[in-house]
């Protein structure tokens, strides 16, 4: 059964770059025909996708958060990124990866990690 962990720093400064890491096991990011997402929810609000690699390493963004986004992956370690730029207080999130069979569904779902943007 797969597996997903995010990791990365609880609190980042304005302005900087949020840099986040999804750790997989019991299975590998380049298994044919899925998706890696990056996903978070705001205080009060609902899920907000953020973007996707997928298994050939293509790459999906939203495009509200397109200009600021990048993800990628490192198949040596088996675990895909999330970078966010010029992050503001709007910004704080409870972040998560998941893994989904198509874009835009997500199957297999990390615990979540905390971030907060704060100076």
């Known amino acids: 059964q797969v597996q997903l962990q995010e990791s990365g720093p609880g609190l980042v400064k304005p302005s900087q770059t949020l840099s986040l890491t999804c750790t997989v096991s019991?299975?590998?990011?380049?298994?044919?025909?899925?998706?890696w997402s990056w996903i978070r929810q705001s205080p009060g609000k609902g899920l907000e996708w953020m973007g996707a690699?997928?298994?050939?390493?293509?790459?999906y963004y939203s495009p509200s958060l397109k200009s600021r986004t990048s993800i990628s992956r490192d198949t040596s370690k088996n675990q895909f990124t999330l970078q966010l730029s010029s992050v503001t207080p709007e910004d704080t999130a409870v972040y998560y990866c998941?893994?989904?069979?198509?874009?835009?569904?997500?199957?297999?779902w990390g615990q979540g990690t905390q971030v907060t943007v704060s100076s």
């Open positions: 019991g299975g590998s990011i380049t298994t044919n025909a899925y998706y």
């Open positions: 690699i997928r298994w050939s390493g293509g790459t």
């Open positions: 998941a893994r989904g069979a198509s874009l835009y569904t997500f199957g297999s």
